[in-house]
């Protein structure tokens, strides 16, 4: 076990030496005229990225609103590209552990505008949307829904689901601008390291982004 543990180790070390080394060589090859299109570029990205930080600022990104009609959530997709739409009863404890997470990731993602709306001030997007199992998270892109999050299944199927867990099946949908492994879950991939490192094959598990799961009734009513 400790051989193949060293054996892995070595194979890491070296595969990011050679990462290095590259990097190094390309750098070394690089002329003024090249680095100053490099300054000249990133400059311009950062310009970019000021200002759609505060285009998303100003339309309220950033926040977790609830939204007193379907009116309003029609009136923020003319102004947001993409937006993670909470629909939630007040009676429904699970649309409770929701909040609690929806309110974290709004502060984080402000390139996505996160909203909550209840479903008994929304009949007719409600039906339209064939939301039946509460909570469901709507996932717009360019004012479609491309996604739904509905009950807990794609969270663990359990109330003690992370938060980090949820940011991971937003990113899967697309809705946010998620920086780690969409491949599977950040539970899972902690998991994968440790199994790793001892030399043992890793274990992948199903990522629920499958269809079919408007009849999915472990959520609140």
Known sequence: MEQVFEQ???????AVEEKVDAELNRLEKLTETDIEKMRAERLNSMKHEHKKRQEWLANGHG????LPSEKELFDITKKSERIVCHF???SAMRCKIVDKHLETLARKHIETKFVKLNVDRAP???ERLNIKTLPTLALLIDNIVKDKIIGFTD???HDEFSTEI???????????DYKGDLNSPPDE????????LLGKKNKTIRNGMGGGD???DDGDD
């Open 189 to 196: 991939q902690e998991k994968k390291k440790r199994i790793h």
């Open 166 to 176: 949820l940011e991971w099946r937003l990113g899967c949908g697309g809705v946010i």
């Open 8 to 14: 892995k180790l070595r194979e890491a070390t070296q």
């Open 63 to 66: 926040e977790y609103d609830d």
């Open 88 to 90: 939630y009863r007040e």
């Open 124 to 126: 007719f997007i409600t």
């Open 214 to 216: 408007d009849d999915d």
């Open 155 to 157: 969270l663990g199927n």
